[in-house]
């Protein structure tokens, strides 16, 4: 075709670095149409009675999507910012920019897959093919051992088989040259009143991690850079007060301003300079962690959370208006290990791996309120929300999903001595 012209629709990929979406469009291309679609889906609230998207997290994508913009400014070029739902605004994008084909990234969260379907059932009645790439995960499921359905759901045998057997594929090389279809206006970039934040811009955010692939990038850098030293000097045991290594890489993994291949090659990079280390292990376990759950949702869909009743769960935890779940978002719980991580979530965002699985446990089994009630907080109130690894995360704490009862998942036993709550007040989980 003659002046061919692709959207690529930005999702959670807001980079250039390791690209395949932008790089296959701008080779089968003669110019792209960069987009990303403001979704009023996602700043609305739950049923849970919670925000989908709080201000830190909403703030962190602004600044994304900024730097985003920059850089395809560097190149000549921007990213058309549309306020709506992709399935509503992309007839009139197609129709006049004349567009051939739309390239996107797959997700494996229901909201996410039922939205790129409705786009898809659209763009079917125009005649044009959505193009769907997998970008998000460390091995591409081609590249694994096994087809999705014969996924080991047992984490222990994943992390085994794929790290015997599969490969970790080499980055896409950053684009060179773009050349953008011509447009006169790019959209402004809204701000957080726009979205519905009525909190002055930042007041009410402590700054933990700035958005955007350049600060990712250097992140990544100064992480590594500092890995035989001040990092592993972290790495000591959990305790409460010494929470042990964390990369915080995950906000800018999360939104996709860092590919996981980029991570996994930096590291190995590292390792090279510096040796082996606890440290880099971790992240490569942790890289794993993050893929397991997204293949999880790939193999089982939502059913890998189903229990017995859970809508019903649901429902009763909702209609139940429980002062200690108040207290425990909050950060008023009286535990004070409870408390202050909760605080740090609410204010920054983030809390490490170690608090995450503390600040649960406390919920789940000591104040026995259902597991769903926290996910959807913690959906809220994350800068690194990924729906996988939070909704999976939360439903193994609660022993549900696929490898609920093995202690390489969640240790109950464990968790319930960091907290150091009397053994007699704890919960029954023989
Ligand atoms: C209840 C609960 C909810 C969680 N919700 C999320 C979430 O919404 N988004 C999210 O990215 N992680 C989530 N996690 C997993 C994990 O806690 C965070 O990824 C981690 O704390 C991020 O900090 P880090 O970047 O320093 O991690 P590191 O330990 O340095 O690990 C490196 C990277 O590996 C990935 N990773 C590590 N552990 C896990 C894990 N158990 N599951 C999935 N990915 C992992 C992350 O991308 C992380 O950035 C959750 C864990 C729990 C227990």
């Not at 999705?148 to 950053?174: G, S």
């Not at 880099?280 to 017995?308: C, N, P, V």
Request: with cysteine; aromatic share 12%; hydrophobic share 40%.
């Amino acid at each position: 075709m003659k002046n061919k012209k692709i959207l690529v629709w930005f999702r959670n990929d807001l980079r250039l670095h390791d690209n395949e979406m932008l790089v296959e469009a701008i080779a089968k291309s003669d110019s792209i149409l960069p987009v990303y679609f403001f979704d009023p889906r996602y700043f609305e609230n739950t049923r849970f009675g919670t925000a989908k998207t709080g201000i830190v997290r909403a703030s962190f994508l602004l600044e994304s999507i900024l730097s985003l913009r920059k850089a395809f400014q560097r190149f000549g070029g921007d990213i058309l910012l549309v306020q709506g739902k992709p399935e509503d605004m992309i007839r009139d994008l197609v129709e006049q920019f004349d567009i051939a084909e739309v390239y996107h990234h797959r997700e494996v969260g229901p909201e996410e897959t039922e939205i790129s379907g409705h786009v898809e059932d659209l763009l079917w009645t125009l005649k044009i093919n959505l193009k769907h790439f997998i970008g998000h995960t460390l091995y591409n499921k081609e590249d694994l051992p096994f087809p999705i359905k014969d996924i080991p759901d047992v984490f222990a045998q994943f992390k085994k088989k794929t790290e015997r057997d599969a490969i970790v594929k080499a980055c896409f090389l950053t684009p060179e040259h773009i050349d953008f279809v011509e447009n006169a206006d790019w959209g402004q970039l809204p701000s957080l009143k726009d979205l519905g934040f009525e909190t002055v811009a930042g007041a009410m955010i402590e700054k933990y991690a700035t958005g955007g692939e350049d600060s990712g990038l250097q992140h990544l850098a100064q992480l590594l850079e500092a890995g035989a030293d001040i990092y592993l000097k972290q790495n000591t045991k959990h305790t409460p007060e010494k929470p042990g290594f964390s990369s915080r890489l995950s906000a800018w993994l999360t939104i996709g301003c860092l590919s996981p291949r980029m991570v996994y090659w930096k590291v190995k990079e590292a390792e090279g300079v510096f040796g082996l280390n606890a440290n880099f292990s971790q992240i490569f376990l942790g890289l794993l962690w993050r893929d397991y759950f997204r293949f999880m949702f790939k193999k089982h869909g939502i059913a890998f959370l189903q229990e017995t009743d859970l809508e019903k769960d649901i429902m009763q935890a909702i209609e139940r208006v429980d002062p200690a779940l108040e207290k425990w978002k909050t950060g008023c719980t009286a535990h004070p290990v409870v408390d202050k991580y909760m605080y740090d979530l609410n204010a920054t965002g983030f809390i490490p791996h170690s608090g995450r699985l503390l600040v649960a446990t406390y919920l789940v089994h000591v104040l026995k309120i259902h597991w769903t009630c926290g996910a959807a907080y913690f959906e809220e109130k994350l800068i690194d929300y990924a729906p996988a690894s939070n909704w999976g995360n939360w439903a193994s704490v609660a022993g549900i999903g696929k490898d609920a009862r093995s202690k390489n998942t969640f240790d109950l036993n464990k968790q319930i001595k960091i907290l150091d709550i009397a053994v007699a007040d704890s919960p029954s989980f023989a």
